[in-house]
């Protein structure tokens, strides 16, 4: 088992084909029986806002169709809470996240998603248990190894059924 922190970049790709979409629905579907999970999912609960916004745009430059779109914007909203860990953020996350945009070059949600993966890490660290950070954005990548994190990039593991199908069906 592995405990693994999605950003919005990385979880879209399991709604979207794009490349590294076969490696993160892996991460994300693999069980070790009929109801156990063999990897836990992080996420923070803005990952919601970011999804939902990273699926609109996908539709909004023509890679998807709306029907597609809506299929799976449902699909992730009935998933949230039921397949991944929903992190809650909470006020010191905001203020480290501004700290961070001072000394990297983040946007502000990238920022959000370091200081919540960063307060897990360090949660999960007292047990002794490593938290993998996955990411496709090579800046915030870059920031969380400077932290310390561990960090896994879906870029780094394309596979050939990662073409997007032209007619607009998940993988």
Do not use: C
């Not at 922190?5 to 070790?32: I, M, N």
């Not at 990952?47 to 890679?63: D, K, N, P, Q, S």
């Amino acid at each position: 088992m592995a405990f693994y922190y999605f950003d919005a970049s990385a979880l879209v790709k399991y709604y979207v084909t794009e490349p590294g979409s076969t490696w993160v629905r892996h991460l994300v579907e693999d069980r070790d029986s009929e109801t156990e999970w063999v990897h836990t999912i992080f996420v923070a609960e803005i990952t919601r806002v970011e999804v939902a916004a990273g699926l609109a745009v996908i539709e909004r430059i023509g890679r998807i169709r709306r029907a597609q779109r809506d299929r799976e914007y449902r699909r992730f909203v009935s998933q949230f809470v039921s397949r991944y860990a929903v992190i809650p953020l909470v006020t010191a996350d905001l203020e480290y996240a501004a700290d961070l945009t001072q000394q990297y070059p983040l946007k502000a949600y990238d920022a959000v998603q370091l200081a919540v993966a960063l307060r897990y890490a360090r949660i999960l660290a007292a047990f002794g248990l490593p938290l993998i950070f996955v990411s496709g954005d090579a800046a915030l990548l870059a920031a969380a190894r400077a932290e310390g994190l561990p960090t896994d990039n879906p870029f780094d593991h394309v596979a050939p059924e990662d073409t997007p199908d032209p007619s607009g069906s998940p993988g």
